[in-house]
């Protein structure tokens, strides 16, 4: 089965972890309740602003072209990574994404400079996919931006000696194959797509799961859904990027757009497949670009 490319679903997933202002680093954290595995304890920590961030509970998924790692703490202080790729290699943060976000913030120090996305802002090294005992290893440091690009007296916060050790996954690499399909049109010409990517991603901290289905091509454009996995057959309508329900987006020529109208109809869904229909105006957060996709239907295994 073909799972989802990250590059589509950045906003959507990052929404999804911003939940919480930044506060002060606790860094006297117990770390007795933190999950063990079998090959090591695992540890996710970072340094910033002169304090060691080190979470309490972590998780990861691992896919045919995605890993996607959600680290927390007690006080609601998160870090997510998300990677297209499902390799043991180092891949720059500025096109995939990582993102802290402080206890009881909206927003997040991400890896992308709104202002200038090619900026080289980090990178994420995966050192190891342990597939027996379902762990993944590696480190990180990047420049994090302020994700509110409407405030400008924020500086820039460095993240530094970032190491994710021995992190459980879910998810099986790589996975089986199936038959999926995708259609969408966008501004009235149609999106031919070369991969159809369907995923679970479970996060942490009490969000609920979400299913992404996106349509991709070799270029990096892209249109993609997340559903929350809860919902049953029927109508939900897209509220903007904060959406509880669900969200869409686009990357169309590096430019990033986010749902702000529409609806998705899911027509049919199982524990493992969901198929529907879909039609969103979507817009750039920086310049208010729009595009508009419509005819979107889709039918994916996702598990």
Excluded: H
């Excluded at 609920?208 to 929350?228: E, F």
């Amino acid at each position: 089965m073909k799972k989802i490319q990250l590059i589509a679903g950045i906003f959507l997933i990052l929404n999804a972890f911003i939940s919480c202002t930044t506060e002060p680093i606790d860094s006297a954290i117990n770390l007795a309740d933190f999950n063990s595995t079998s090959n090591g304890p695992a540890v996710f920590k970072a340094d910033f602003s002169g304090n060691t961030w080190i979470a309490t509970e972590a998780t990861a998924t691992v896919a045919s072209n995605l890993i996607s790692i959600q680290a927390a703490k007690a006080d609601g202080s998160t870090f997510a990574i998300l990677i297209q790729g499902n390799a043991a290699a180092t891949y720059p943060s500025n096109t995939n994404i990582i993102a802290y976000t402080g206890a009881g913030s909206t927003f997040a120090y991400w890896s992308v400079n709104s202002a200038n996305a090619s900026e080289n802002t980090g990178s994420i090294t995966i050192t190891n996919i342990n597939s027996v005992n379902k762990t993944i290893s590696g480190t990180f440091s990047y420049k994090g931006y302020w994700s509110d690009t409407t405030s400008t007296s924020i500086i820039p916060v460095q993240f530094t000696n970032g190491v994710f050790t021995n992190i459980p996954y879910t998810g099986t690499t790589p996975p089986p194959t199936s038959s999926d399909n995708f259609y969408a049109k966008v501004d009235g010409t149609e999106f031919v797509e070369d991969q159809i990517n369907g995923a679970l991603l479970t996060n942490v901290s009490g969000m609920p799961d979400q299913i992404s289905v996106v349509g991709s091509k070799t270029n990096g454009d892209s249109v993609g859904l997340n559903i929350v996995r809860s919902l049953a057959v029927g109508t939900y309508q897209f509220t903007g990027p904060l959406g509880v329900e669900v969200n869409g987006s686009c990357v169309l020529n590096s430019v990033f757009y986010n749902a702000e109208s529409g609806s998705i109809t899911i027509t049919s869904k199982t524990p493992t497949r969901i198929a529907g229909t879909f039609n969103m105006v979507v817009k750039n957060f920086t310049t208010s670009a729009t595009k508009t996709v419509t005819e979107g239907s889709f039918d994916v295994q996702y598990n």
